[in-house]
């Protein structure tokens, strides 16, 4: 009996790792592996993180598991030079290659259109993936977005020490993270291209990221965007039970027929 029981445990420990191993899938792109997961069935939506961050982040702010629970499929990437994805060290190789790996990405899965999802750093790659491809955008959101903010370089010994405060280096590359900075290509925001934005689009921010003015302001060039602020720092906003809640609220509200922006 003591030998079925630890037969059936054993079966049970290899069809979890195996499941948990389904989800940790690779897309190469132009010879940059990008790592990935993809979870649930639905509606897509595409999530993109932050910098120093993973889609793990997504995990552990609860946001993948509310998705696929209402019934979406969610899709979320390691960005280069993060988690498990290639890590190149030449600052060339990041800038706009990031938002073409996105749309590799979503060509790899078959994925014609989804909603999308990015905060801070990754907010700014969605929204050049909007302004690049707007037909491959059900609805945006955009969390902790500063735009008209260039974006900051940082040191190797900088980003070191801000990885060393929130855990064991293990796996992170400070030269490849250093290399991602600045993107300026992808901070550069087109105006009069996002005055033409006809996508529905939601402007998350948390009521003490300082971020919080330049949010409020965008809808007065940006239609059809709302802002919504929910309780939080630029940091801890992102983990705050309102920010899934609104942004699930948000898709949720969303007519999932295909947008078709000419």
Not at 9 to 36: G, K, P
Not at 150 to 167: H, V
Not at 190 to 214: F, H, Y
Request: glycine letters at 8%; hydrophobic letters at 40%; aromatic letters at 8%.
């Amino acid at each position: 009996m003591k030998f079925v029981l630890c037969g059936i445990f054993l079966s049970i420990l290899v069809c979890t790792y195996q499941l948990a191993h389904a989800q940790d899938e690779f897309v190469n792109s132009n010879d940059i592996s990008i790592r990935f997961i993809d979870e649930g069935k639905g509606s897509p939506v595409l999530l993109v993180h932050g910098f120093t961050g993973s889609a793990k982040s997504w995990e552990r702010s609860g946001m993948i598991d509310a998705l696929v629970e209402s019934g979406y499929r969610v899709i979320a990437l390691d960005n280069r030079g993060h988690g498990r994805s290639s890590k190149p060290h030449d600052p060339a190789m990041y800038g706009m290659r990031m938002v073409h790996d996105i749309e590799r990405l979503l060509d790899h899965l078959s994925i014609e259109q989804t909603h999308c999802f990015g905060y801070s750093m990754g907010s700014r790659l969605v929204n050049k993936f909007r302004d690049l491809y707007p037909n491959r955008c059900l609805s945006i959101i955009l969390g902790g977005f500063a735009w008209g903010r260039a974006s900051t370089p940082y040191s190797e010994k900088d980003i070191e020490k801000l990885m060393r405060r929130r855990g064991p280096l293990d796996g992170v590359d400070v030269v490849a993270l250093a290399a991602t900075r600045p993107m300026s290509q992808v901070w550069d925001l087109d105006v009069e291209a996002m005055k033409r934005n006809t996508i529905s689009a939601l402007l998350l921010v948390g009521d003490q990221d300082d971020r919080i003015d330049l949010t409020r302001a965008m809808p007065s060039f940006m239609p059809h965007s709302v802002v919504k602020i929910v309780p939080g720092t630029h940091k801890t906003a992102f983990s705050n039970p309102e920010f899934v809640k609104t942004a699930l609220a948000f898709i949720n509200s969303q007519n999932l027929q295909p947008n078709r922006e000419q």
